[in-house]
T-cell receptor, first 114, second 115 residues
Framework: NAGVMQNPRHLVRRRGQEARLRCSPM?????VYWYRQLPEEGLKFMVY????????ESGMPKERFSAEFPKEGPSILRIQQVVRGDSAAYFC????????????FGEGSWLTVV | AQTVTQSQPEMSVQEAETVTLSCTYD???????LFWYKQPPSRQMILVIR??????QNATENRFSVNFQKAAKSFSLKISDSQLGDTAMYFC????????????FGKGTLLTVNP
């Protein structure tokens, strides 16, 4: 059973470009979460999605960031007009349909803005 | 709002010895979960151990065990018979029951196991 799959693992963008990070949850999982880890920090919650629905986006920055989890395909975290402060590790996690009480993380995507 | 504090930015231990990592948290919730995650140099987040607050018995997973003191809001991780592969950042995390996806993490403790 494959784990949470994220790609790309590493992404370099110039200031002002767009970054798209993809996440495929574990098989049988229908809940997806995105977290961000800034340098020297722990992970911070960004957004919780189910298929075609955003359930909780209380941790998302108000501008330039968006997330989706379409009916078909992976979840995508999109950052428009990236700035140096967006450089971070972005982790996706998933959990089963019944919610459960543990979420499982992917290996993360490292965004570097130059 | 919940907060998680890890007061030890770095620790080191000799191989085969025992080490304890500290974590305290602050919450007004009565029902919640506590976790320890490991982040090795590969940077993947790996669940080490989980504790339900309503359970008085401390969780154990092989060489990893916790000392959960609910009244003191303390949740320390003990690693016995430390191995070189235990070298990693260790994060303590908290989540209330009902919003179990919204973990609050501490800033981490970098553990180095020396040969």
């Amino acid at each position: 059973n494959a784990g949470v799959m994220q790609n790309p693992r590493h992404l370099v963008r110039r200031r002002g470009q767009e970054a798209r990070l993809r996440c495929s949850p574990m098989k049988g999982h229908s809940h997806v979460y995105w977290y961000r880890q800034l340098p020297e920090e722990g992970l911070k919650f960004m957004v919780y999605l189910q298929k075609e629905n955003i359930i909780d986006e209380s941790g998302m920055p108000k501008e330039r960031f968006s997330a989706e989890f379409p009916k078909e395909g992976p979840s995508i975290l999109r950052i428009q007009q990236v700035v140096r402060g967006d450089s971070a590790a972005y982790f996706c996690a998933s959990s089963p349909l019944d919610g459960g009480n543990t979420i499982y993380f992917g290996e993360g995507s490292w965004l570097t803005v130059v | 709002a919940q907060t998680v504090t890890q007061s030890q930015p770095e620790m080191s231990v000799q191989e085969a010895e025992t080490v304890t990592l500290s974590c305290t948290y602050d919450t007004s919730e009565n029902n919640y979960y506590l976790f320890w995650y490991k982040q090795p140099p590969s940077r993947q987040m790996i669940l080490v151990i989980r504790q339900e607050a309503y359970k008085q018995q401390n969780a154990t997973e092989n060489r990893f065990s916790v000392n959960f003191q609910k009244a003191a809001k303390s949740f320390s991780l003990k690693i016995s018979d430390s191995q070189l592969g235990d070298t990693a950042m260790y994060f303590c995390a908290f989540t209330p029951v009902g919003s179990n996806y919204k973990l609050t993490f501490g800033k981490g403790t970098l553990l180095t196991v020396n040969p």
